[in-house]
């Protein structure tokens, strides 16, 4: 798909429902007793491998009328799945999922596209097995295909090595099912998503710190979601409004959570226009509309326990650090290497094929900004989020940029090149 400079971007826009809250709905609704309803559930292939997987154990999914309706069996009422669970691309779906299955009486089969085939999955196999769960990949790879024969679980405290809250996530979810209490504690915080939501469910969740502590077998009720548009996406949109001379974008109702708003952060660090207006909270979730004006950026320090709080959107803000007067570092951000490609290495050799002055390093980058770009033959590698930030990098490119693979867009937003040619004007 070809990309090419446009004259501004203009005009409000309604993002998609968050892609993590949606798969975690899908989820806790399924182990709550009675009816989950969901709306602005975010309909994009990795959210409908979640359902999938849920029908295949007993759940009714029904979607209509824009509301997404689970009706849940409570916490020991799934039943052995129909065949192999196939997460797809989503892993999310694969990792949350699995602490779900150890704690369950039956065995399950847990697979997924090459992509998530080649992710990290000893990283829930080792607290899982210390809980007492019997996880094995399948190749003996530490990956997917994964076997899971359900057994009791019992608590422990598991220190995670990776800020991740899909392994928080895993380990919470197993420690419904565990003998007594489970706690996480992470080098940094995570998203607290399942924190948030379980506890909205009736869970008992408690968070000091690095450390989530959950309790075991609680009684959870179904429970309406609104979910918020997720950040992730709006991300390329308030880039896009930053760096075309001209415009003001509107993006209403956008999740932005603590632990998911350091992508904010840093464009209020690179001096970046982003105003939030109708703060609100719902189920602990705040949502705000966000107006983004363009503004001349400049480099910036990207490092730490901020790195967990915007890792999905760091293609993007290399992308804005590219057009940025000065230097931007990235570092500790060895956890994009594992994703569904090894986006440091592609962001550092696409943003050179586009003239950027850019080195990577063993965590991060380093991008010296300000250079013009211009366009070239960027491979997605089926990476949406690469695809997503080169469509934006062409709106301030000379010539023509062409996205190879550009529909793997449709893992997290589908409608979103529709949404783009909305708000930006050739």
């Known amino acids: 798909m070809d990309f090419t400079k446009c004259r501004r971007v203009r005009g409000e826009i309604n993002i998609p429902g968050d892609k993590s809250i949606s798969h975690r709905a899908v989820m806790f609704g399924a182990l709550a007793e009675g009816t989950t309803e969901v709306s602005h559930f975010l309909k994009s292939a990795d959210c409908l491998s979640t359902i999938s ?9 029904e979607n209509g009328g824009g509301i997404l309706r689970i009706q849940g069996k ?3 009422g799934l039943t052995a799945p129909q065949g192999i669970l196939n ?4 892993g999310t779906t694969t990792r949350l999922i699995s602490g779900i299955l150890a704690g369950q009486p039956f065995t399950s089969r847990l697979t997924g596209d090459a992509s998530v085939c080649r992710r990290p999955m000893d990283r829930i196999i080792t607290p899982l097995t210390e809980m007492g769960a019997a996880i094995y990949s399948d190749q003996g790879n530490g990956c997917a295909p994964l076997t899971l024969h359900g057994r009791p679980l019992k608590g422990i405290h ?22 007594t209490p489970v706690s996480v504690t992470e080098p940094a915080l995570s998203r607290n998503h399942t924190e948030l939501m379980l506890t909205s469910f009736g869970a008992s969740v408690t968070s000091k710190g690095n450390t989530a502590t959950i ?7 179904g429970q309406r979601v609104d979910v918020p548009g997720d950040i992730s996406s709006a991300a390329f949109f308030i880039a896009a409004a930053l760096l075309v001379p001209g415009s003001e974008l509107l993006i209403r109702h956008v999740g932005v959570n603590p632990t998911r708003d350091g992508f904010l952060r840093v464009i209020e660090a690179m001096g970046g226009s982003v105003g939030k207006l109708n703060v609100s909270t719902q189920a602990g979730e705040p949502t705000a509309d966000l107006l983004i004006r363009s503004s001349s950026l400049h480099g910036t320090v990207i490092e730490g326990a901020m790195i967990p709080t915007l890792i999905d959107e760091i293609p993007i803000l290399a992308v804005l650090a590219a057009y940025a007067e000065g230097k931007t570092v990235i570092r500790d951000a060895a956890e994009l290497k594992v994703k569904e490609s090894n986006r440091l290495d592609i962001m550092v050799r696409s943003l050179a094929a586009m003239g950027a002055d850019i080195t990577g390093t063993e965590d991060g980058m380093v991008i010296r ?10 491979d997605s590698h089926l990476d949406h989020r690469i695809a997503m930030a080169f469509a934006i990098a062409a709106l301030a490119a000379d010539g023509i940029t062409a996205v190879v693979q550009a529909e793997c867009v449709d893992i997290s937003y589908p409608g979103f090149y529709d949404d783009l040619q909305k708000v930006t004007e050739p």
Not at 53 to 61: A, H
Not at 87 to 90: M, P
Not at 162 to 174: H, N, P, T
């Open 87 to 90: 997460a797809g691309n989503s």
């Open 158 to 179: 598991y220190h995670s090595p990776v800020a991740s809250a899909q392994v928080k996530s895993c380990v919470l979810l197993a420690g419904l099912y565990a003998d």
């Open 53 to 61: 997987c849920f029908r295949k154990m007993g759940i009714e999914i």
């Open 369 to 378: 900004g300000g250079n013009p770009l211009h366009g070239a033959v960027i």
């Open 215 to 221: 309790l075991p077998d609680p009684s959870l009720t």
């Open 74 to 76: 409570g916490l020991h």
